[in-house]
């Protein structure tokens, strides 16, 4: 075993979940006997190592955790190129295996254009003609309560979009024609043991997308919390993050008070990129004392800051259009003297 984790330096080995009859003891523990090998090997050579359980891999290849050998078959054939099918059904096993393994990992797939090398041992990038499940184009072509339906070269992924995505896509066509619109969305793939269903979840930029993988790497806030959370624009929240204002973390949907802190302890440090990508997005630390400046020389004023800033005036001096406090404010200076020009 060490011979062949060495040979062919791996940066993942996955195993099957140990599965046996219960009539038969001795085969389980044979079982045991050898994947405590492969364990104890890869520990010892610093491999990590996931297992996955059967009924996982045929979700995830097949879209059907039931299905028979023969559908696995022909499953890791079509995602491979192969020429033909895979036999015995033990190798279409273990690739399947390997499929689903480097999906988890990075959540790119191999396609049928990919050979058997780029399937399960290609890093990232490593061939331009592999397609990944990290984007998906393709016309929207139906739009649910909080997800959307893509099809992309004859097959239609489910996606998940948080609320801020929604607005975004809000015009954009949904139908089953030629006239439903063209969308692009970048996609976080999440499976787990515990999730073997997987589930896509969709951004408009790499930029949304690399922020949320940063809050999911917060404790308690899974990647459905996360995503239905982005109600506001990622660099309004990343800004709150960094001022460590929980009081807007915990107006986002579904996060709570230990949530909030959790996320302002892991991220405040992490998240000035984002909350400088988009400045006009980002709310406004409070303002330094100044001095007021004369009237005539505002300029056009935003609508809610001028809105603010009335508000911030003392009542005496609320109200009125601009002119009637400049004429006010002449009427002082001719009071202390002063000329009017």
Known sequence: MHRLIEAHAPSLLIVEDLYTEYKFPRTAVLMGHARGVIYLAARQLEVPLLALTPSEVK??????????????QRAVQTLLG????PHPSHIADALGLAVTGM??????????????????????????ERPMIASVRGRLRRRLEDRVVVEA????????????????????VAG??????????????????????PVLIGFTSDLDKEFFEKLITVKDVGPLVAARSLAAPVAEIAAAIARQDEAYLRRMPGIGPQKAKNIVAQLQAKVAKFALAQPEAAAPEKPAP?????????????????????????????????H??????AARDRDAGGAVR
Not at 292 to 319: T, V
């Open 82 to 85: 192969l020429a033909s099918v």
């Open 153 to 172: 070269a004859g097959v239609g992924y489910e996606v998940f979009i948080p609320p801020v995505v929604q607005r975004a896509l809000a015009d954009a």
């Open 324 to 329: 009637h406090r400049r004429a006010d404010a």
């Open 103 to 128: 999906a988890r990992l990075t959540g790119r797939i191999p396609s049928g254009r990919a050979t058997v090398a780029h399937g399960v041992r290609g890093r990232p990038g490593a061939s331009p």
């Open 290 to 322: 100044a001095a007021p400046a004369p009237a005539d020389e505002e300029g056009p004023q935003d609508p809610g800051l001028r809105g603010a800033r009335e508000a911030a005036r003392p009542p005496a001096e609320r109200g009125g259009p601009a």
């Open 176 to 197: 089953d024609g030629d006239g439903a619109d063209e969308v692009l969305l970048m996609v976080h793939y999440h499976a787990t043991q515990n999730q073997p269903r």
């Open 59 to 72: 979700r995830a290849i097949t879209g059907n955790g039931a299905a028979g050998k023969a559908q696995v």
